[in-house]
């Protein structure tokens, strides 16, 4: 069989087991049964390429969101907090430069959150983009599986098919075998009880 008609077969056998025209299929789909018929991979590690094109902006973001959103960011956070409201309130009694209640510190905690909420948003809006990717991903891997596993099932059925008439074939000749053993059994028996 040469390339050319293996690749048509095999278009033919997705179209088939897809019970549609590949035309009509959205465009994802249809790379991935080309894949299929081009006998091609489909499987690669697309979180690499997605961190690979990330940009500098987009790497700090997202370690200051990991960062951010970690118990050892809560414990230095909080400790901060109490040492400055301790050192405010009986270290420098007198003379405070933020005594209570601690204006200049809400005014810090306010800018924090104004900086460190957009910048976890933008980690998290690329993450959700990284897990379309691996979702789309993942369902053309699932559509290749699926016509190869299906192509193997008809391959399966053919040979059954083809085992089952040999099968009746081969019985057939032991039946005429049997009929004819037993004719001449029979014969013989005639014949034993003529003579």
Known sequence: ??????KANRLEIARELLETEIENLHPEERQAIEQFVNRGRVARNVLREFDERLTFGQRVADQVAKFGGS???IFIFLGTLIVWMLFNTFVLARQAFDPFPYILLNLLLSCLAALQAPVIMMSQNRM??????QAKHDYEVNIKAELEILQIQEKINELRERDWIALIEMQQKQIELLERLLAEADARTRQTLKG
């Open 71 to 73: 118990w050892t960011f």
């Open 128 to 133: 959700a983009e990284k897990d379309r990717i």
């Open 1 to 6: 069989m040469t390339d050319q008609s293996l």
